[in-house]
C-alpha cells in the first residue's frame, strides 16, 4: 500500500471511528446501555454492524470509549485557561468550558452520571476512568491553589464544594437539557453568575 493510500485508509478509519463512538452516545443515552444494540449504533452511524465490531470488540469497549473521550475533554481543558487572570476569570473559564461541553453532548454526560450510580463498572470502563485519575488529581490541586490564593482557611474543601456544586448544575442539564432553552425556568447566566460570585469572594486572614 502507497504512502498515499495508508493516510486515505487511516483517514477513513478515523471518519469511522467518530461516526461510531458519536452514533453510541446518542444510542446508549436514548435506550440505555443494556437495551442498545450494535445494530442500533451501526444503523445511527451509517456504517455497517460488522466495521463496528472490527473497531470495538464489545459494547463495553465502545462505552469506554465514550467514558475516555467525554472525561478527558472535561478534565484537560482547564490546561488552556489562562492562569494569569483573577479568580472570578479563571472560575469562569471553568464553568463556561465545563458546562457547554454538557450541553454539547448531553447524552454522553446523562450516560456517565448513571454509571457513576452504578455499583459496578464493566473492566474496560473502570480501566478507562483508573486511567483519568492523574487528570483529576491535578485538576483539583489547581483549584486548591486558587482557593489557597483566595485566602481561604480550608482550600481542599472550597474546591470539592466548587466542583460539586458545578457538577450539579452539569447534572441537570444532562438530565433536562431542554431547560437550556427555557430561561425564565433555568437562567443560566445567572447561575453561573451565581456560582463564580460564591466561590471567588477572597477570604478575610484572621490575625
Do not use: C
Not at 463512538?21 to 452511524?45: C, D, L, N, P, Y
Not at 431542554?178 to 456560582?195: G, N, S, V, Y
Amino acid at each position: 500500500m502507497s504512502p498515499r493510500s495508508k493516510a486515505l485508509s487511516s483517514k477513513m478509519k478515523q471518519a469511522s471511528t467518530v461516526a461510531i463512538v458519536e452514533a453510541a452516545e446518542r444510542v446508549f443515552g436514548e435506550q440505555g446501555f443494556h437495551s442498545a444494540t450494535t445494530e442500533m449504533i451501526a444503523k445511527r452511524a451509517g456504517v455497517s454492524k460488522g466495521l463496528v465490531f472490527n473497531y470495538f470488540a464489545t459494547k463495553d469497549d465502545l462505552l469506554a470509549e465514550i467514558v475516555t473521550r467525554r472525561l478527558s475533554e472535561q478534565l484537560t481543558f482547564w490546561r488552556e485557561i489562562d492562569l494569569r487572570g483573577t479568580p472570578a476569570a479563571k472560575l469562569r473559564q471553568i464553568v463556561d468550558r465545563a458546562l457547554d461541553s454538557v450541553m454539547r453532548h448531553p447524552d454522553a454526560h446523562r450516560l456517565y452520571f448513571s454509571l457513576l450510580l452504578q455499583p459496578g463498572a464493566s473492566k474496560p470502563v473502570q480501566r478507562a476512568i483508573d486511567a483519568l485519575k492523574p487528570a483529576v488529581a491535578e485538576y483539583y490541586a489547581l483549584l486548591e491553589k486558587m482557593f489557597a490564593g483566595l485566602g481561604s482557611p480550608a482550600a481542599r474543601a472550597q474546591a470539592y464544594a466548587f466542583q460539586a456544586a458545578l457538577s450539579g448544575i452539569a447534572h441537570m442539564i444532562a438530565i433536562q437539557p431542554a431547560l437550556t432553552k427555557r430561561p425564565e425556568l433555568f437562567p443560566m447566566q445567572a447561575i453561573k453568575d451565581e456560582l463564580i460570585a460564591a466561590f471567588s469572594r477572597r477570604r478575610k486572614v484572621s490575625r
